[in-house]
């Protein structure tokens, strides 16, 4: 039997929006991943110990407050220096200058409102078989 992907799904900082990575969540369980929510205000600490501890595939993390660059490279850098690195997934409302910018970071995809969530599912089957 395949091993299950495990993806961990976030919210980082004093940002409380959480309808649309509640409902993703859902939406990756449905669609058989296992998913790990660690709910509202969560530090990049955190969100990397959390990651490794359970062995996850993928980090979806997801922005409303506008703090989607300074959280993510928050999360980037310090998998940098752990040495820990996980798949990353943004989504929410990221303006489109800011996409070119969080995919040179490092971020392996980032998704906008509008995103249908077969697109989201495709993206991610193809990110754990590359990774």
Do not use: W
């Not at 943004?90 to 906008?112: A, N, Q, R, S």
């Not at 249908?116 to 495709?122: A, K, Y």
Request: aromatic content about 4%; glycine content about 8%; proline content about 3%.
């Amino acid at each position: 039997m395949a091993k299950k992907v495990r993806i961990l799904t976030a919210k980082m900082g004093l940002d409380c929006h959480d309808t649309g990575i509640t409902t993703l969540s859902q939406i990756l369980r449905d669609a058989g991943f296992e998913v790990i929510y660690l709910g509202l205000h969560n530090s990049a600490e955190k969100i990397l110990r959390s990651a490794v501890q359970e062995g996850v595939d993928l980090i979806g993390l997801s922005f409303l407050s506008g703090q989607h660059l300074s959280k993510t490279r928050m999360l980037l850098d310090l998998m940098k220096k752990e040495k820990e690195m996980v798949p990353v997934f943004v989504g929410g409302v990221i303006p489109p200058d800011d996409v070119k910018k969080l995919e040179k970071m490092g971020v392996k995809k980032v998704f906008i409102p509008g995103t249908v969530s077969s697109e989201i599912i495709q993206a991610i089957q193809e990110t754990v078989t590359r990774e």
